[in-house]
């Protein structure tokens, strides 16, 4: 979890992050005590409590450094924007997501365990973090929203329902396919299901795209937040 580090903070502190994240990521929020931290970093547990006063704000502070490195691939939005259908706008924005968060499989363990084990009051670093991808990735399908297909469906709805995909890939795919297919099949049956195909597009006309040059200006403002 090379991401963590930071030149602002001491060597001490560095460790601590580092412990707890690679903790946390394999056991969870309850899975972990101070002292399994500090042993792992090397220092007592009166050190973890000057830097941090409750074991709650330490994880906080290991899954706000994680979701720092949430970055979108400005070739990929660029995709999105030159789809000349809407089956095709979607499989990008997965493929967009899916590669942006499935990079970081301890970022996704921490997701996992955040939803079970924490309450309401992690939402704001959440929406902080995410919120943005979200926005980015919904206006890039915007010129989709009209269709047929899609229509009473908002395109925030539709990034989320991937996100959930991706966030719970893993833990589904160890359970029930053994080892056999991939997110790009979760995906798939997801766009069967919504009924969203090509001929199915045929009649419809094709909305105005964004530009390959707007797609970079929006990463370099997602990479600047």
Known sequence: MTGISSPERGPAAERILL?????????GYNGVSTRDIASGAG????????????KRDLYLAVLDAELQQVKLRGNLLAQIAEATSGRVALERAFELIAETLMSKPELLRLLQF????LGEDIDPLLRKHLGQLVEVVAHYLDPWAASAETRGTTTKAVVLTLIAMVVSYSSLHRLFLNGGSGADAMFKAYADLCAISTDRRQSLLSPGQQSAGEAATDQASYSNR
């Open 19 to 27: 412990s707890a994240a690679e903790l946390f990521a394999r056991f």
């Open 114 to 117: 955040s939803t079970l084990e």
């Open 43 to 54: 220092v007592n547990e009166v050190t973890i409590y000057r830097h941090y006063p409750r």
